[in-house]
């Protein structure tokens, strides 16, 4: 069975941990509405039953609204007050600093405050908030930053590197402690320091993080070394991944301090945080660690495309599209912006807004190939294969030499012309993304598959099949595609044992299920045969496949039996 992977790519950034990277499309499901309150519920008892529904839905402006409401009615408990606080905190109402007030041992209120204190100015009596945290969890790894932070509010360097300097000098988070140290630095004007501190940080980072090679761009273009700066920057690129649209702007904008004053420097820590969470799903804390990043520094980019992020894995695409909004068009960031609030909108069923804004991209960035790769995803998608080769191609031509990196792209185009039923340029492409990414598994089963599937090239077809199960074992696609080119050559009782294994790793597959069928029925399992074809019909087969099944099963009750179908 063919698996077709989608070619556009998200890259989540400002991840104080985390290295720039393409990361796989998700498939997300919209997510609820904007609610009123339940009818039937009134009061107390009322506004909480609507506070925790919404906040189930992840709806926290409504949450907050229903717990402030039953707050009033009931002033005094302890459960109404942490629920108001945490979805205020959220949302991002005023009512939190004054909820946090009364939540004296509240870790996140402890946070709150010490920003507001921060923010006036009260650089000791937020550093004596977070002194007085509890040192435990990853929050005994973020103490140090706020606290450090804090003395540099006060003018206090010294005091600021000496608080970070034995966890310079550990091992957990020690790229994060020298990096915050060299900030420090920069923003005291101790220049030696500071070179010394970034070269070691960026030793200790994995390779392309995009957050530390903005920092060390700044820093290198600030002391007259444009070209080091370029260079930074341009390592984050193939060229034709996302970061290929940002990095001309984050170039230009190179001399600008990425972390310019304590206040921005502990959003910093607060992101970094937030960045480690979400790599451990812990996403509900990392979210109110991105709004405290917020509270402090409200165009932080990175942290609002964390948001997205955290919101797309928990399908909530709506709140996606919110985090994003403020995003300034001037923002060197704002082009990967807008290729993500395109994605969001055609989840959202808002395709025609999402081709709109692609086209608008494609005027804005004529060299770039990614507008014209994500309309195609989205086009093929809409089952608009034609549609979709044009875009496919208007992407490809802008390719001067397509290196190993754009065997999506040929792969998608590829099966595009599959599904317009344009087999010999499906073939081409396919073959082409094959001498572009020779051990590719996509590829491979997909090549392999189509093969098998028309009955030519058996041999090379299960080669290649093998070939990519080989990388993946534990694939039911490539499972199933094995199986079938088995049965393809004949060897019925091992495509049944493959089948078999296949229809269990993914029993919701129709196709998996129709293929077994098939082998059954050739076995002598007829019984079982029909059961199959009769799942596979209840498994939302795709209009070609569900003719064939009906079919399939027209003869079968006729008695009128056929050889095992195949595509015309």
Not at 212 to 223: D, F, T, V, Y
Not at 485 to 500: N, P, S, W, Y
Request: proline residues 7%; charged residues 25%; contains cysteine.
């Amino acid at each position: 069975m063919p698996k077709i992977p989608t070619v556009g790519r998200i890259l989540f950034l400002g991840l104080g941990l985390i290295p720039a990277c393409a990361a796989a499309r998700q498939e997300v499901t919209p997510g609820p509405a904007a609610h009123a309150a339940q009818p039937g519920y009134t009061g107390v008892a009322g506004a909480y039953l609507d506070a925790r529904f919404a906040a189930a839905q992840a709806d926290s402006e409504h949450a907050a609204g229903a717990y402030l409401r039953a707050l009033q009615g009931d002033p005094n408990s302890a459960e109404l007050l942490q629920g108001a606080f945490v979805s205020s905190l959220l949302s991002g109402r005023p009512e939190a600093v004054t909820l946090a007030r009364r939540l004296p041992n509240n870790q996140e209120a402890q946070y709150l405050l010490a920003g507001v204190d921060a923010s006036a100015g009260r650089w000791e009596e937020a550093r004596q908030r977070f002194l007085a945290m509890p040192r435990q969890g990853l929050t005994q790894l973020l103490q140090p930053l706020l606290v450090a932070w804090s003395e540099q509010g006060a003018g206090r360097t010294d005091e600021a590197l000496a608080t970070l300097r034995p966890f310079a000098e550990g091992k957990t988070f020690r790229g994060i402690y020298i990096l915050h140290m060299a900030l420090i630095a920069d923003q005291a004007g101790r220049t030696n320091d500071a070179e010394r501190f970034y070269k070691q940080a960026r030793t200790l980072f994995a390779p392309n993080n995009l957050r530390l090679e903005q920092i060390m761009a700044s820093w290198e273009a600030r002391q007259g070394r444009p070209d080091k700066a370029k260079e930074f920057l341009s390592e984050l690129t193939d060229g034709q991944d996302e970061m290929a649209l940002v990095v001309p702007g984050l170039t230009a904008d190179a001399t600008a301090r990425t972390v310019a004053t304590p206040l921005q420097g502990i959003a910093d820590a607060y992101l970094a945080l937030a960045a480690a969470l979400r790599q451990q799903d812990a996403n509900d804390f990392a979210l109110i660690m991105l709004r405290l990043a917020l509270d402090l520094r409200p165009e932080f980019t990175e942290a609002r495309i964390l948001v997205a992020e955290i919101d797309v894995a928990t399908k909530h695409p709506e709140q996606a599209l919110q985090a994003l909004a403020p995003v300034a068009a001037s923002d060197p960031l704002n082009p990967m912006v807008r290729l993500q609030r395109a994605r969001l909108h055609d989840r959202l069923g808002q395709t025609d807004i999402a081709l709109r804004e692609l086209d608008a991209l494609a005027r804005d960035f004529p060299a770039s190939p990614l507008p014209d790769v994500q309309k195609g995803d989205m086009l093929r998608n809409e089952k608009r294969p034609a549609d979709a080769v044009a875009a496919y191609d208007e992407a490809i031509a802008k390719l001067a030499a397509p290196r190993r990196s754009a065997w999506p792209l040929f792969f998608s185009r590829g099966v595009a012309h599959e599904q317009a039923h344009q087999w010999p340029l499906a073939e081409a492409d396919l073959k082409r993304a094959l001498e572009l990414a020779p051990d590719q598994p996509a590829v491979l089963n997909y090549l392999g598959y189509s093969w098998a599937d028309q009955g030519i090239n058996l041999p090379e077809a299960r080669r290649m099949i093998e070939r990519a199960i080989q990388q993946q074992p534990k694939d039911p696609a490539i499972i199933d595609s094995l199986g079938w080119v088995m049965f393809r050559q004949g060897h019925a009782d091992d495509a049944e044992v493959l089948l078999e294994q296949a229809v269990n790793l993914q029993p919701e597959d129709p196709t998996i299920n129709s293929h077994l069928g098939e082998v059954y029925w050739t076995v002598g399992r007829r019984l079982e045969a029909v059961f199959q074809w009769r799942r596979a019909l209840t498994l939302n087969p795709e209009p070609e496949e569900k003719a064939r099944l009906e079919a399939r099963l027209r003869d079968v009750d006729s008695e009128q039996l056929t050889p095992p179908f195949r595509k015309p």
